[in-house]
């Protein structure tokens, strides 16, 4: 297996001020081909496991039942900025469903996306659960409560069959028994689950494969995101700058506390980060440093060498060290 270097260190003059260690897992088809420290680390997989937590929906005709659309699909997959046209979409979801934002088991927290806080900001209007960045995915669980008859009061927690339906397909495509996957709570109140670096990169994997080979559940979920990369994540927001740059070649999904899972369809390769403590700065940097190293860009572009390589500048906005990924 091939060693990787994807530590990213912060300078202040011609001293390493602070270093992120980072771990990672590359599998192209079944196999696990390259990695950085421990392959093997067992994390919390936080937001990457969206994908395939809308499976169980679209698996049971649910969602189209409801005449939901690729909007839809995107945002139940995305980690948004909270902006409006996201907050709109999630409302919508909730009113197909004659539910509304209380009904949500997600907090509100401010916008994740520059614009979406400054229009917040501007509208003098409350913060509400639609706001919170997994609001799509918790509409999308609703409705599979819904569709199915069961009740949505509770739809969130760990023993609610639509959390048990989702964690047998994180199961299913990533290869760990349900009975040894350690569970959990997640920011948003939903459960949220526990693997190995490389079983999450085996799940993207296998669902960039099953992209490839037509599959028809994982080519609505890959459409509806290139379609829609604004939905996924929000402006300038990291997923939606690589889905844009790449052209819909890349599908990256991020995860709280430094971990992101990354596909490249055509290739059959899918990779996980973690960055062991969390920082996103080292985050965004490592995963196009490990794209970089996958040969995934002839050259890179502008917008994704910003992540890469940049300035730390004082309140003068003068430039006195930098963020890059080490080659140590």
Known sequence: MRQLPLDVEVTRGDTVESRHRVHAAVVEGDQLIAGARDPHLVTMWRSCAKPFQVMPLLVSGGFDRLQWGPEEL???????????????????????LGLE???????????????????????????????????????????????????TH??????????RACLGEVSCWSGVPFDN?????????????????????????????????GDEVPVRIAQAIRAHPTLVGGTDRFDTVLLQETQGRVIAKVGAEGVHTVMIPERRIG???????GAVRAQHAAVVAMLQMLA????????????????????????????RVSGE
């Open 296 to 323: 995934v860009f002839p050259e890179l572009p502008q917008k994704l060498a910003e992540y890469v390589q940049r300035p730390v500048k004082n309140t003068r906005g003068e430039k006195v060290g930098e963020l």
């Open 181 to 213: 996957m350690a569970v959990a709570v997640d920011g948003c109140s939903a459960a949220v689950m526990a693997l190995p670096l490389d079983r999450m990169a085996l799940a993207y994997a296998r669902l960039g494969a099953a992209i490839e080979s």
């Open 74 to 96: 995107a945002l139940a997959c995305a980690s948004h900025g909270g902006e409006p046209e996201h907050v709109e979409i999630a409302a919508r979801m909730l009113g197909s």
């Open 154 to 163: 509770g739809y969130q927690r760990i023993e609610h069959p639509v959390q």
């Open 101 to 151: 934002e209380g009904d949500l088991a997600c907090g509100p927290h401010e916008p994740l996306s520059g614009r979406g806080a400054r229009l917040w900001r501007e509208s003098g209007q409350p913060l509400t659960r639609l706001h919170n960045n997994c609001s799509g995915k918790h509409s999308a669980m609703l409705a599979r409560a819904h569709t199915m008859g069961w009740p």
């Open 271 to 277: 990779f996980a980060v973690k960055v062991e403590d």
